[in-house]
């Protein structure tokens, strides 16, 4: 299987996952409040950690999110595979999907991992846009979105795959280029 490749941006380096990162991931993944954001449920134990590197992590467009400065996981990020749910994705559109440990909210590290991805799809692929969507009670994760460039396509969707999600609405986005 081809792994993704490394990107960086000024604070941030996204690379593959691997075995070892599983330690560092279940304390991130854990809190209720990240899984409940994000629409799965908080891991109980870094075994479940390691079996979602394994499984869930394990394509070439999903990335760990490590900080530049000292390479300290933060959270993740990719398109496809990992992040498929029922939004009204065009054919050949790829959902964007992403989450950042609690203690690293409201540092644009979200926006720059995103923007990081952006530029590599753009640069690298063949995809002309990606959709992505957030519970209408994370704001904070539409703004993200929408200051990488996604726009509000009007739809609202509801997704029982996701935890909560038969009953919260999910707004969705997408980018064009």
Not at 72 to 78: D, K, N, Q, R, V
Not at 153 to 177: C, E, K, N, Q, Y
Request: with cysteine.
């Amino acid at each position: 299987m081809t792994t993704p490749p490394l990107l960086t941006s000024p604070r941030l380096v996204l690379r593959p996952w691997c075995d070892a990162d599983a330690p560092a991931l279940y304390p991130l993944a854990s809190d209720p409040e990240v899984g409940q954001r994000a629409g799965w449920p908080p891991h109980t134990s870094e075994q479940e950690s390691l079996h979602i590197i394994r499984t869930v992590f394990a394509n070439p467009t999903t990335w760990a999110v490590t900080l530049r400065a000292d390479g300290t996981l933060i959270g993740a990020i990719g398109y496809g595979p990992s992040c498929d749910c029922s939004l009204p994705a065009l054919p050949g559109e790829p959902t964007v999907g992403y989450w950042i440990g609690r203690a690293y909210w409201r540092q644009g590290y979200c926006t720059e991992a995103l923007s990081t991805l952006i530029c590599h799809v753009k640069a690298h692929t063949s995809i002309r846009s990606l959709i992505s969507g957030h519970f209408t009670d994370n704001e904070a994760s539409g703004r993200v979105m929408q200051k990488c460039g996604f726009r509000p396509t009007g739809h609202t969707v509801f997704d029982p795959s996701l935890v909560g999600g038969a009953d919260r609405p999910i707004r969705v986005l997408r980018l064009t280029w």
